[in-house]
């Protein structure tokens, strides 16, 4: 280095960058290469180069060569590394695992234990996620959609549509959650008490997960509706007259007011 400084960087000034590097090739193919060097036995560094270094020589890449940048990141239980300010997802079987991260201003590669496990599109800021990446359960929760939820509403019964669409119709995204665990119930239950149940709910007008899933539990489903009113008993329609014409004797012209007679048939009519 201070043969370099001093034979080639000192008294020279450079215009640009491409003049200091044709000058550099002139000065070490010329200055330095044709030196006598000790060290070599008192051969020139450019003999001894092309008798035994030129030939052990590879060809330039033919990309040029990726500034890459190497880290170490823990998979959270989200399935998501941290990289900067951004996540992005990895196969959820390395959840909890240690996995080494090699980034580069386009691509961000995961490795564990040496293998190549993902590979992700650069991102400066937020979030990147592979669905592929989340086990299989929580692939067909995402999958179900709200299209997927009428869909097997219509399955079930009627009831169970109406108590389907009327959450989706607004802020579909925020009440899916809703949908599809009514809809899970199918599982258990089947689809003619889950219909039956959607059907009370309905009725009783609180059709809710909850209450839903209150009705199977307690088998309520097919309980019969209250009874209300007088249950269907003839109407008493003959009047006041009719009712007591035999209890309240009818006065004579000349039986005169406040008779005895009178006044225990008003009490008995009272």
Excluded at 53 to 60: G, V
Excluded at 165 to 189: F, M, T, W
Excluded at 243 to 255: C, D, K
Aim: aromatic fraction near 8%; glycine fraction near 10%; charge should be neutral.
């Amino acid at each position: 280095m201070p043969y370099v400084r001093d034979s080639f960087w000192s008294g020279r000034e450079f215009t640009s960058v491409e003049q200091m590097r044709a000058e550099a090739l002139t000065w070490s193919a010329g200055t330095a290469g044709c030196k006598q060097c000790l060290p070599l036995g008192g051969a020139s560094p450019l003999s001894v180069f092309e008798a035994v270094e030129a030939k052990a020589l590879l060809p330039l890449p033919d990309k040029p060569f990726v500034l890459a940048r190497w880290s170490t990141a823990a998979v959270g239980p989200d399935i998501h590394i941290t990289v900067g300010r951004t996540l992005y997802s990895v196969p959820w079987k390395l959840i909890g695992r240690k996995v080494d991260v090699r980034s580069t201003t386009t691509m961000v590669q995961v490795f564990h234990e040496g293998e190549l496990v993902k590979t992700h599109a650069a991102l400066d800021q937020g979030k990147r996620t592979d669905r592929g990446d989340y086990p299989p359960e929580k692939i067909a929760f995402q999958m179900k959609t709200p299209i997927w939820c009428r869909s097997q509403s219509s399955e079930v019964g009627d009831a169970c549509r109406e108590l389907i669409d009327q959450p989706l119709e607004v802020n579909a995204l925020y009440r899916l959650r809703a949908a599809q665990g009514i809809l899970g119930l199918r599982k258990k239950y089947g689809d003619h008490r889950l219909e039956a149940a959607c059907t009370k709910a309905i009725a009783v007008g609180d059709p809710s997960y909850r209450t839903i899933k209150g009705i199977l539990i307690a088998g309520a489903e097919t309980d019969p509706e209250p009874e209300t009113g007088d249950a269907g008993a003839a109407a008493f329609l003959h009047g006041s007259e009719g009712l007591f014409a035999a209890s309240i004797p009818s006065r004579s012209s000349g039986e005169p007011e406040g008779t005895p007679g009178r006044d225990n048939a008003e009490e008995a009519a009272r």
